[in-house]
C-alpha cells in the first residue's frame, strides 16, 4: 500500500532529478595524445646529408664515404616504412602511402636537396679564383688530383732531383689539358653534359698558365718534404701520424727490399700531404652547398609534399591502381 506521503517524496524526487539531474562522474580516460613523427627531428634529418660528408672525406678514406651512405638510406627506409604502417595516430598500413612517402623522401629528401648542393658548390667555385692565385675551386682539385696520381707514377729517378721531378709532373698535367681540351671541342651535347657535371673539363681554362704555376709551387713544396723526410726531420706540414706511418713503411721496405724502395714510403707521405689540401678545397665547395642548402631546403620540402605530392603523385597511383583493376581477369569476367 502507497501512502500519499510516499507518492508526493516519490513525485517530488522524480521532479528533482528532472530539474537537478545528477551529474556525470568524472571520466578517468587519458585523452589522446597528439602524434608526433619519430623521424621529424631536424637533428635526425641530418643524417640524410652524411653522404656529403662521404664526399669530403672520399680522398682519404673511400671506405668510410661508402659507409657514410648507410645511414642515409637506414633513415629513408625507417620513416617509408614508419608512413606505410602507420597513419598517424592508429595502426593502418597503407600501401599508397608507404608509395607517397617513398616518392617525397627519394625526390625532397634526396634527389633535390642533393641537386641544391651541387649548385651550391658550382656556385662557390669561381669565386675561389680570388683565393688560388686566380684559378676555380674546381681547377685546383683537379691539379692537385693530377699531381697525387702522378707520384704513383715517380719510379726510378722521377723523384731523385727536383728539375726531373717538375718536368714530369708538368709535361703529364699539360698533356691532360691538351687531351680535356680536344675532348670538348669533339663531344658530343650528352657527352659534354655528362662531363661538366663530373668536371672532367676543370683544366680546361682561358689562361692555363695559372695551373702550371700553381702545379710548380705544389711540386716545390712536396720536393722540400721529401727532402726534411730524407734528413729524418718532421715537417710541420704532416701530422704526427702521417710521419709516423711513414717511418715504419720506410723501415719495413728497407728490411725487406732495400733501400731502393723507399720510395713507397715517400710517396705515400707526400700523397697524404696532397690529401691535406684537397679537403681544405672541398671544404670551400662544401661551405657553398650548406649554403644554398639552407636557403632551399624549405621551398623544397613545401613544392614536393603541398604541390608535387597531391597534383602529381597522388593522381598517377590512383590511374595506376585503377588500370591494375580495370585489366584484372576478375573485372574482364564481370564484364563479359
Not at 81 to 109: F, L, M, W
Not at 226 to 243: A, I, N, R
Not at 278 to 297: D, F, P, R, S, Y
Request: net charge positive; proline share 4%.
Amino acid at each position: 500500500m502507497i501512502y500519499p506521503t510516499d507518492s508526493l517524496c516519490a513525485t517530488h524526487n522524480i521532479k528533482n532529478t528532472a530539474i537537478n539531474p545528477p551529474k556525470n562522474k568524472p571520466s578517468h580516460r587519458k585523452k589522446e595524445k597528439e602524434y608526433k613523427d619519430p623521424l621529424a627531428n631536424d637533428w635526425l634529418n641530418v643524417v640524410l646529408y652524411s653522404t656529403e660528408l662521404g664526399a669530403l672525406v672520399h680522398e682519404i678514406s673511400p671506405k668510410t664515404a661508402q659507409a657514410l651512405w648507410i645511414p642515409t638510406i637506414l633513415y629513408l627506409g625507417a620513416d617509408v616504412y614508419d608512413k606505410y604502417k602507420n597513419d598517424k595516430t592508429k595502426y593502418s598500413p597503407s600501401g599508397k602511402r608507404g608509395v607517397e612517402q617513398a616518392i617525397y623522401q627519394g625526390i625532397g629528401g634526396f634527389l633535390l636537396p642533393a641537386w641544391a648542393i651541387y649548385l651550391g658548390q658550382q656556385a662557390v667555385s669561381p669565386l675561389g679564383k680570388f683565393l688560388n692565385k686566380g684559378i676555380s675551386v674546381n681547377a685546383k682539385e683537379a691539379t692537385l688530383t693530377h699531381i697525387k696520381h702522378s707520384l704513383d707514377q715517380c719510379v726510378g729517378d722521377r723523384l731523385s732531383n727536383y728539375d726531373n721531378f717538375k718536368e714530369f709532373v708538368l709535361n703529364s698535367l699539360r698533356n691532360k689539358i691538351q687531351a680535356r681540351e680536344k675532348e670538348k671541342q669533339t663531344d658530343g651535347f650528352y657527352k659534354r653534359t655528362k662531363k661538366n657535371f663530373s668536371k672532367k673539363y676543370a683544366l680546361v681554362t682561358k689562361d692555363p698558365n695559372k695551373i702550371f704555376e700553381f702545379a710548380e709551387q705544389n711540386v716545390k713544396e712536396l720536393y722540400t718534404l721529401k727532402e726534411e723526410l730524407l734528413k729524418g726531420h718532421k715537417p710541420s706540414e704532416l701530422t704526427k701520424h702521417s710521419y709516423n706511418k711513414f717511418l715504419d713503411e720506410e723501415k719495413q721496405l728497407k728490411a725487406t727490399y732495400g733501400k731502393d724502395y723507399a720510395n713507397d714510403a715517400l710517396r705515400y707521405a707526400l700523397k697524404n700531404y696532397e690529401n691535406k689540401l684537397l679537403i681544405k678545397n672541398k671544404l670551400v665547395k662544401t661551405a657553398g652547398g650548406i649554403v644554398a642548402l639552407a636557403l632551399t631546403l624549405k621551398p623544397i620540402y613545401h613544392y614536393v609534399q603541398k604541390t608535387f605530392i597531391p597534383k602529381v603523385v597522388d593522381p598517377g597511383i590512383n590511374m595506376f591502381n585503377k588500370t591494375i583493376v580495370d585489366s584484372s581477369s576478375l573485372k574482364q569476367h564481370i564484364k563479359n
